[in-house]
C-alpha cells in the first residue's frame, strides 16, 4: 500500500552493457521510488538508488560507485500524446548523488520542453518547438561515469554528424 491513491511505488533492478565508440560500461543499479499524480497534467517523483558501474575507455578502467536521489516532474497539456495538436510537454529531472569510490558528488538536471500550436481546419498543421538541455553540477568530467556525461551527434540530436561523435575531448 502507498500514502495515497495518486502515489505508486516503483522498485529498480537494472543491468546493462553499453558498447560506446568512446567506451565501453557495465552499470548496476538498485532503487526505489514514488510517483505521485498531482493532476491530470501534472506528476512528481522521488526516489534512491545506488548505481556502480566499471567504464574502460581511452584513460583505462574506472569503478564508479554513487547514491543517487532521482527528483522529476512531467507537466504535460497536450490531448494526444502521439498526434499533438495544441499544448505544452515539460520533463524536469534533478538526480542528486554521493559519490562513493571514484566519483565525486553533485547533481545531473535534464529537461526536455515542447510546445505544439495547431491551425487551419481542424488543425492541419502544426508547428512545433522542442528545446533539450542539461548540465552536471558541481563534478568534474571525469568525476561520473561516461554515460552520465552529455554526447551529441546523430539524427536525434544534430543531424550530419555522427552519433555521439560532439563530445569533450
Known amino acids: 500500500s502507498t500514502l495515497t491513491p495518486d502515489t505508486d511505488l516503483f522498485v529498480l533492478a537494472e543491468i546493462e552493457r553499453l558498447e560506446e565508440p568512446d567506451y565501453t560500461s557495465r552499470v548496476g543499479t538498485l532503487g526505489f ?15 534512491m538508488a ?3 558501474s566499471r567504464v574502460t575507455d581511452a584513460s583505462g578502467t574506472t569503478n564508479y560507485s554513487m547514491l543517487t536521489f532521482p527528483t522529476g516532474l512531467t507537466y504535460d497539456t497536450r490531448e494526444m500524446p502521439l498526434d499533438a495538436k495544441g499544448g505544452v510537454f515539460l520533463d524536469a529531472d534533478l538526480v542528486p548523488f554521493l559519490g562513493i569510490n571514484d566519483t565525486d558528488s553533485g547533481a545531473r538536471l535534464t ?7 495547431g491551425f487551419g481546419e481542424e488543425d492541419r498543421f502544426v508547428v512545433a518547438g522542442r528545446v533539450q538541455g542539461g548540465s552536471i553540477i558541481g563534478a568534474s568530467l571525469t568525476g561520473v561515469p561516461n554515460d552520465y556525461r552529455f554526447y551529441s551527434g546523430g539524427g536525434v540530436t544534430v543531424r550530419g554528424q555522427d552519433y555521439q561523435s560532439l563530445g569533450v575531448d
Open 33 to 47: 521510488g514514488f510517483n505521485h499524480i498531482v493532476s491530470e497534467e501534472l506528476t512528481l517523483e522521488a526516489g
Open 50 to 52: 545506488y548505481r556502480f
Open 111 to 117: 529537461f526536455d520542453a515542447r510546445s505544439y500550436v
